[in-house]
């Protein structure tokens, strides 16, 4: 990395993020392009911003991949513990001080906690990505793209529903497949593939027997076993729970449901953990909604959406390159949470990176919040469907308050992986060197292969020119394959025991329902899938008050579902929400815009 880098002219104390982010000069986008030998053809501008054509990683296909390191944090508080910050000063460390190639690979923020209590994901201080409100708010539109298909595949469902309860079958067969001008019938390329599923060989409507035309036009959905919720992309607690259908054009089918975060969506996961666009075709066409009432899974192709889902999102695979303050390139691209989601960027954006990079070049991305959740998702999900193995992890940290117990717990788990763990301990003006010290000491004593202390916050990428080092050295000396936590074979109940176990669970308790939807699973196939726990961030149990590294206490599954498209069962621990609320002042308090410059202030 060379001609683009630039050396920040830092101040004390550090000003507010967003008055940092605009007092620097971003590089044009073609120059951060250029560093990476990424041509004009190579990518599209969305806006001022360009989105990296996946037709780059078929052109570096035979390109050996850099160093890939992820970095993780400990439970961390309600406004999270500065993972972004970290990921972003180790990268400019690496590019502007210790003359690699380096990306960075970041999620995409949801617009709920940079609204609500969190507030933005850009990093922070002089370790961030900018434009800083630009990466904060709409970006390229992927979210709202991810909103526009879920809604689509959510009102697919209730109006088929309602068509199949108002039509016999051979008018509702006449409506799926309506004569052209010509007065022939013909199956769309999606009805093809719905009657291959179902065994039936034929390729002309008027082929069909009445018992074909019924077994094909007929889902015969079990509203009682919908899953699919429509989303947006704000906190809103009161759409947690709400009835559809109350128009009296609806004819009184009423039904029970809900929102969740767009986030939260599967189409988001499936977004993360694609390779490739015909991949997310099918990963989209084979997401379940619910069952018929024979108890046979429903598919977003069985609706007719699959290919629809696709168009929508057709853009949105492609990543979307922005810069540092320093200069160095990032990826930015998906954004799933990780307490109710995988929450890890995505993977295609991983593997351009790390051919773009090449050998001795670092890639780093960030898993959300700590090694229970971000960190063992990272792993045990995102690792699984690339192929990708991870030679460093780095786990954030700042002063602890009730011990180093809850930073040791992390340390052992990420070390688990076979992967070398670097401690990042965070300094700020108020730390004493005694304090920091204790901190590195227990980072060591439990197994970390190094631990560093850093300013990145208040001096940018040279405030992590040790943990740069540090990570280097760990990256060079690692060779083992990864490590898992838990094969696939076994059954659904025992990858969740195993991953219960390493929170420091004596045990698993489940539901009524919950033991339904296992046994549900199970028989419709679906056992041999990773599990994606939705738990609580701020503790390894259920309890978000318990802190440190509680053990001995039982998990509480409420609920269990599957997101077959994107590859992976969820449990959802104890009351674990996925629509979040606002708090009593959430962050648009102090969001405006300065409508002399057109500048947004207040965003942190």
């Avoid at 929102?259 to 991949?279: C, K, N, Q, Y």
């Avoid at 979307?320 to 995505?346: C, R, Y």
């Avoid at 295609?348 to 001795?360: F, M």
Wanted: glycine letters at 10%; hydrophobic letters at 40%; aromatic letters at 6%.
């Amino acid at each position: 990395m060379s001609s683009t880098l630039k050396k920040l002219q830092v101040v004390s104390p550090v000003p507010a993020d967003i008055d940092i982010a605009n007092s620097v000069e971003p590089f044009h986008i073609s120059d951060i392009a250029r560093e990476l030998s990424l041509g004009t053809s190579h990518y599209d501008f969305y806006v001022r911003l360009p989105q990296v054509l996946l037709s780059v990683l078929d052109e570096l296909q035979g390109s050996k991949d850099g160093y890939y390191v992820v970095v993780g944090g400990i439970t961390p508080t309600p406004l999270g513990e500065g993972k972004s910050t970290t990921t972003v000063g180790l990268c400019q460390a690496l590019g502007v001080f210790l003359d690699k190639k380096v990306v960075t690979c970041l999620r995409q923020p949801s617009q709920g906690p940079t609204f609500g209590i969190k507030g933005g994901a850009a990093g922070g201080g002089y370790s961030q990505v900018i434009p800083m409100d630009e990466f904060n708010l709409h970006l390229t539109g992927d979210i709202h793209a991810i909103t526009a298909a879920n809604n689509l595949l959510a009102a697919a469902i209730d109006t088929r529903i309602f068509h199949e309860s108002t039509q016999s079958d051979k008018a509702l067969f006449n409506r799926l497949c309506p004569p052209n001008k010509e007065g022939k019938r013909s199956f769309s390329n999606i009805m093809l593939r719905r009657l291959k599923k179902l065994g039936i060989s034929k390729d002309r409507p008027e082929d069909l027997s009445p018992e074909e035309v019924k077994k094909f036009a007929r889902l015969d959905i079990d509203p009682n076993s919908i899953t699919w919720r429509r989303v947006m992309d704000v906190n809103d607690r009161f759409l947690r729970k709400i009835t559809v259908g109350q128009g009296p054009e609806e004819k009184g089918m009423t039904r029970e449901t809900g929102f969740d975060i767009s986030v939260a969506s599967e189409i988001m996961a499936v977004l993360a953990l694609t390779i490739s666009l015909a991949d997310m075709r099918e990963r989209l066409g084979n997401m379940v909604i619910g069952n018929s009432k024979a108890g046979d899974p429903v598919t977003a192709d069985d609706l007719g959406v699959g290919g629809a889902l696709t168009v929508l999102m057709k853009d949105a695979i492609n990543p979307t390159l922005m810069q540092t303050l320093e200069g160095t390139p990032v990826l930015v691209h998906a954004g799933p949470f990780a307490n109710i989601a995988h929450g890890n960027s995505s993977i295609v954006a991983d593997k351009i990176a790390l051919k773009l990079v090449g050998p001795g070049g670092f890639v780093v991305t960030e898993a959300g919040f700590g090694s229970d959740i971000g960190t063992e998702k990272f792993m045990n999900i995102k690792c699984r469907y690339s192929g990708l193995t991870p030679q460093c992890a780095v786990i954030n940290v700042g002063l602890v308050e009730a011990g180093c117990v809850n930073l040791a717990r992390h340390i052992s788990n990420t070390k688990s992986y076979g992967v070398n763990v670097v401690v990042a301990v965070n300094m700020f003006s108020t730390d004493t060197k005694a304090e920091l010290n204790a901190v590195k000491s227990a980072a060591m004593a439990a197994g970390a292969f190094d631990a560093v202390i850093c300013t990145h916050h208040a001096h940018g990428g040279k405030g992590a020119v040790d943990l740069g080092i540090a990570v280097q050295k760990a990256c060079e000396s690692v060779a083992q394959p990864l490590k898992f936590l838990y094969p696939l074979d076994i059954s659904i109940k025992e990858k969740i025991e195993a991953i219960a176990r390493s929170y420091g669970a004596a045990g698993v308790e489940y539901s009524e329902q919950a033991e339904k939807q296992i046994e549900l699973y199970s028989r419709q196939g679906f056992s041999g899938l990773p599990i994606c726990m939705a738990k609580t961030q701020y503790s390894f149990s259920h309890n978000a008050a318990e802190k440190g590294a509680p053990s001995g206490f039982i998990l509480p599954i409420r609920d269990v579902r599957a997101s077959i498209g994107a590859g992976f069962i969820y449990p959802l621990v104890g009351t674990m929400s996925t629509m979040p609320g606002l708090p009593t002042r959430p962050c648009f308090y102090d969001i405006d815009l300065d409508t002399s410059t057109g500048r947004v202030i207040g965003l942190s």
